[in-house]
Antibody, heavy 121, light 108 residues
């Protein structure tokens, strides 16, 4: 059974960089069949796609966050990572890593449990 | 980019009711539409892909329909475990994804 697990600091100071890692177990991140995705959800609000990465390292970003986001992949560790710089209180959210199938209709079928990141001094 | 609009944003219903949730895309997305259920403190769970294809572990009281720009999620005979928030998502522009704002289904 595929599992995804987010890890990283739960508290980040304003203007600093938020860094999270997603460890994938029960399957290979190097499969050509999937994108690996970061999604966030501010408290009490909806879901926002941050970006996706393919195992080759090709990344795609939400235009509204593109100037501050970097997503990378480490196939040797079966992990992918998120960096969001110059954070503000508006970046406080539960951050999820997930998998999107590169099949006919691209469902996002596996999700991590999510990790709350609070931006505060 | 494609905008997704869900309605209503919340609704109250009783056990046994039939509930419908609407999702509208700002441009045609054919049937590249997925539905998710989220319970408090949990990650979203995929219910329906390709607008109407039920995931194997999802009860048959859930159904999806629509194509183009207008989509519906129907829950027949609402059960206590169905009280949750539901999100639609377009995957037409994959890997760029967009979600609807969500519909919270509450107990009347």
């Amino acid at each position: 059974q595929l599992q995804l697990q987010e890890s990283g600091p739960g508290l980040v100071k304003p203007s600093e960089t938020l860094s999270l890692t997603c460890t994938v177990s029960g399957g290979s991140i190097s499969s050509s069949s999937f994108y690996w995705v970061w999604i966030r959800q501010p408290p009490g609000k909806g879901l926002e796609w941050i970006g996706s990465i393919y195992y080759t390292g090709t990344a795609y970003y939400n235009p509204s966050l593109k100037s501050r986001v970097t997503i990378s992949v480490d196939t040797s560790k079966n992990q992918f990572s998120l960096k969001l710089n110059s954070v503000t209180a508006a970046d406080t959210a539960v951050y999820y890593c997930a998998r999107t199938e590169r099949s006919t209709y691209y469902p996002t079928d596996y999700w991590g449990q999510g990790t709350l990141v609070t931006v505060s001094s | 980019d494609i905008q997704m609009t869900q309605s209503p944003s919340s609704l109250s219903a009783s056990v046994g009711d039939t509930v419908t949730i609407t999702c509208r895309a700002s441009q045609t997305i054919r049937t590249y539409l997925n539905w998710y259920q989220q319970k408090p403190g949990k990650a979203p769970k995929l219910l329906i892909s390709a607008a109407s294809s039920l995931q194997s572990d999802v009860p048959s009281r859930f159904s999806g329909s629509g194509s183009g720009t207008d989509f519906i999620l129907t829950i027949s005979s609402l059960q206590p475990e169905d009280f949750a928030t539901y999100f639609c998502q377009q995957s037409y522009n994959t890997p760029e994804l967009t979600f609807g704002g969500g519909t919270k289904v509450e107990i009347k």
